[in-house]
């Protein structure tokens, strides 16, 4: 609200004739924004939205009624009495769906002789979706705007400078009251995350309201952004305007809001803005709120501290009455509520969180329903099924558990429509996972379908909270990563074989066979660091299984070689080698074992056709080594020795290069 505008405006309006600028002045609507300093065009989440932002009426879920008044700069010197007056109507069409539906009247007067009145028709609703989880939403209002004055008995005997003509001034003897038709457009971005963005063109058809000659209102501009969570607003806003004085001015104001819920007492709610801008304004607001089921109570004090120094200041109060069902942060605020409760009454331990205590089995016959729901996706509905059996169930945290985890799936996906898209198989099995208390599974699931939809902002927003509460990091891959999110974690293995940490490299093959159990690549590998381990039963079962996915003739060879070692190995007798042996010596795990582990062979027959074959075999081995395929360059220097075992090249070739990777 614009107070020095409505000084230099209204209380000279009597005597003059005023610029279009100094009518209909941006009065807002509303005690809330007014506590906010006006700076509500990124927020107009109630049923004043059309004063800052109609498009901000399509994220009304419920029926709104509201009535406010303000008076305006109490204490002027000249006993002014400027008062506003307005009601507000919103209808959402299909509980949002299609767009809401407004209805407002404005009423503003000074003493008995000025007077104001504005009708507003406006409507708004969501035009957009965006991949990112990102909306954007479009509003409009119509409004007709009328105003009148009372001449009075000075209007017959009026001075025009020093000359009294003691004749009526032509204004004052026109027409006393003047109406026109005007339109406002505002549009409204919210991101997939904590961020909204507003702008608002007031006075489209710039009518003229002068009540002698032609005198149009401007357009003025708004443009706001706000950071929202649960119980908070931070947001700054700038207008651009024509001023009273017909010059043209930007106001800055910044503001903040927090509600604070309580377990029996409703809901309290406290504001606040600095606002600057031109023709040294400058000005400070407090607002207050009390919410308590349906009706909602606002309160601000709107303080001028620049351009004028004789008012105590602005007040508003409004009283809302909102229908229908719950709005998603009502939904929120009483289940934490209803969860407050519960820890406080003693039915859910103290300190209890989603990772503590395993959900309820579904697969209870008294929860037919709500796994039914969670089969088809349906989340949303298993959630307030759920929560409306709740009551009738026994007191066990485990049901407030799985309530919890129910809730939890569906703020982000209140219905998952399964595809045979990889990514959805593998989502939908991650939000199964969780549901059953297994963690693990669940963070791993559902960061490879991440991977696989980067532009799902959803599941990153998910797995955000789904960290906090089970204080498991998610697995993040940059999506441009050309190794793609299993290529990732053998990369990972990898640099974990090279230092030699066994039991890691074991559990990151695991990890991938659980996301991939047909990975060949990992089958080799588990193969192999079981091997090295010694848990020879273990290597037999991956490679026996890496061999009925591996398609290259060279590496089913290979793998048969490997096969017979790990065999050879398991039908000795496992006694303890002697300091010094070859038993003792600890190779690359992830590397294929080599035949310093078999007993010595006698030297073969090597005919032409086999050195031929091994000059072969040596060089391919040395492009494989020189280009980093090492586990290439093994298996050719292997298929050597099952030519000659005592290939004095090829040994040398094997144990480089174990050293090489042992420095990597």
């Known amino acids: 609200m614009k107070t020095k505008a409505l000084s230099l405006a209204f209380l000279c309006l009597p005597f003059s004739a005023v610029s279009a600028g100094a009518y209909f002045l941006d009065m807002g609507g509303g005690a809330r924004a007014a506590g906010l300093g006006g700076a509500f065009t990124a927020i107009a989440d109630n049923a004043y939205a059309p004063y800052y932002n109609p498009a901000g009426l399509a994220q009304l879920t419920q029926t709104e009624v509201s009535a406010s008044y303000a008076q305006l700069l109490t204490g002027l010197s000249d006993g002014s009495n400027l008062g506003l007056s307005q009601l507000a109507y919103a209808q959402p069409l299909e509980n949002g769906k299609q767009g809401t539906l407004a209805v407002n009247y404005q009423n503003f007067g000074l003493s008995q002789v000025y007077n104001e009145q504005s009708f507003y028709l406006s409507y708004g609703r969501k035009i957009l979706d965006f991949k990112s989880g990102g909306s954007l939403m479009l509003g409009a209002n119509a409004k007709y705007l009328s105003h009148g004055f009372q001449p009075g008995s000075e209007a017959s005997n009026s001075c025009q400078g020093f000359n009294c003509t003691f004749g009526v ?36 058809m710039q009518p003229n309201v002068a009540f002698s000659g032609t005198d149009k209102l401007p357009l003025n501009f708004h443009a706001g952004i706000d950071y929202s969570a649960l119980w908070m607003n931070l947001t700054a806003q700038v207008d651009d305007m024509q001023l009273a004085d017909g010059t043209q001015g930007q106001d800055f104001i910044i503001a903040a809001e927090r509600y604070f819920p309580t377990l029996d007492y409703g809901e309290f709610g406290v504001r606040g803005s600095f606002g600057y801008g031109s023709q040294s304004w400058r000005q400070l607001t407090l607002g207050l709120s009390y919410i308590i089921n349906k009706l909602e109570f606002n309160y601000a004090f709107v303080m001028p501290i620049g351009g004028i120094s004789t008012s105590a200041g602005t007040q508003r109060a409004d009283l809302t009455f909102r229908f229908g069902k719950p709005n998603p942060r009502e939904v929120l605020t009483a289940d934490l509520m209803d969860k407050a409760r519960k820890i406080r009454n003693g039915l859910i331990p103290v300190g209890l969180n989603l990772g503590q205590i395993r959900p309820h089995d579904l697969s209870d016959p008294r929860l037919a329903q709500v796994r039914g729901f969670v089969e088809e996706g349906k989340f949303a509905a298993a959630y307030e099924q759920m929560k409306s059996l709740r009551p009738n169930l026994p007191k066990d945290p485990s049901y407030d558990i799985l309530l919890d985890r129910l809730n939890l799936i569906a703020e982000f996906y209140p219905s998952f429509r399964k595809s045979k898209e990889p990514w959805s198989q593998i989502m939908f099995a991650g939000l199964g996972s969780f549901l059953k208390g297994q963690d693990q599974h669940a963070m791993l699931r559902l960061s490879y379908a991440e991977s696989l939809s980067p532009d799902d902002a959803r599941i990153e927003k998910m797995l955000s909270k789904l960290e906090a509460v089970t204080e498991i990091k998610a697995i993040r891959v940059n999506p441009n990563s050309p190794l793609g999110f299993i290529g990732e974690f053998l990369y990972r293995e990898e640099a974990a074989n090279d230092s030699m940490e066994y039991a890691r490299v074991k559990q990151i093959l695991a990890n991938i066979l659980y996301l991939d159990p047909n990975n060949t690549v990992a089958l080799e590998r588990l193969g192999s660091v079981n091997y090295t381990t010694k848990d020879y039963a273990q290597a037999v079962k991956a490679w026996e299984k890496a061999l009925e996915t591996e398609t290259s003739p060279e590496e089913i060879a290979s793998l048969k070689n490997y096969l017979q070692l790990a065999k050879d190995a398991l039908a000795r007798p496992q006694t303890s080698s002697l300091p010094g042996s070859t038993e003792n010596q600890v190779q690359s795990a992830t590397q294929p074992p080599t035949t310093q582990n078999a007993p010595a062979a006698p030297a073969p027959q090597i005919t032409s056709r086999d050195r031929a074959e091994i000059a072969r075999l040596y060089k391919q081995g040395v492009d494989d080594y020189a280009a980093g395929n090492y586990l290439s360059a093994t298996a050719e220097f292997l298929k050597i020795l099952e030519i000659d075992p005592n290939n004095a090249e090829a040994n040398k070739a094997l144990e480089r290069i174990n050293q090489v990777r042992g420095r990597q």
């Open 169 to 204: 001034d032509p204004v004052l003897a026109g027409r006393t009251t003047q109406g026109a038709p005007d339109a406002d457009l505002g549009l409204l971005y919210r991101s997939s995350g904590h961020l909204q963005a507003g702008l608002m063109v007031e006075h489209l």
